[in-house]
């Protein structure tokens, strides 16, 4: 699975690697638990997902609720994203997972990377643009 991940989790991989996300370590095709979850960053206690097209069916996304539900009930929180954002808005998806890793606040449950900055003024985090390119 390593050697022929999607795009999505190559530029995802770019982001995690080698401490590159405000220090914090993060493992690739990681199991807990009978799962293997594509990024798990052990010290966060931090799960993220990535989902492609097939995660937008209706036996799928409900796969995908179980799942993120039981890793919950396991002390892990689950970020989920959509390959496209990942690859469109990699900034955004890398400020939420930053915020995240930082603040300890609760992820969504939908697989969106939202708003950085919303609602705040002159607030930049370390972690744009603080990656390299896939």
């Given at each position: 699975?390593?050697?022929?991940?999607?795009?999505?989790?190559?530029?995802?991989?770019?982001?995690?690697?080698?401490?590159?996300?405000?220090?914090?370590?993060?493992?690739?095709?990681?199991?807990?638990?009978?799962?293997?979850v594509?990024?798990?960053?052990?010290?966060?206690?931090?799960?993220?997902?990535?989902?492609?097209?097939?995660?937008?069916?209706?036996?799928?996304?409900?796969?995908?609720?179980?799942?993120?539900?039981?890793?919950?009930?396991?002390?892990?929180?689950?970020?989920?994203f959509?390959?496209?954002?990942?690859?469109?808005?990699?900034d955004?998806?890398?400020?939420?997972?930053?915020?995240?890793?930082?603040?300890?606040?609760?992820?969504?449950?939908?697989?969106?990377?939202?708003?950085?900055?919303?609602?705040?003024?002159?607030?930049?985090?370390?972690?744009?643009?603080?990656?390299?390119?896939?």
């Amino acid at each position: 699975m390593r050697r022929d991940c999607p795009d999505a989790e190559k530029r995802m991989w770019s982001i995690l690697r080698s401490r590159k996300l405000s220090g914090f370590k993060f493992r690739r095709q990681c199991p807990i638990e009978g799962y293997i979850v594509d990024f798990y960053c052990v010290k966060k206690r931090l799960a993220i997902e990535l989902d492609g097209e097939q995660h937008a069916d209706d036996a799928n996304a409900k796969y995908d609720a179980r799942r993120t539900g039981r890793l919950n009930e396991l002390g892990v929180r689950v970020m989920r994203f959509w390959d496209h954002d990942v690859l469109k808005d990699t900034d955004v998806v890398a400020e939420s997972i930053w915020r995240m890793l930082t603040a300890g606040s609760e992820p969504s449950p939908l697989p969106s990377p939202g708003v950085p900055g919303e609602g705040e003024r002159g607030t930049a985090s370390p972690a744009a643009k603080n990656y390299g390119e896939v």
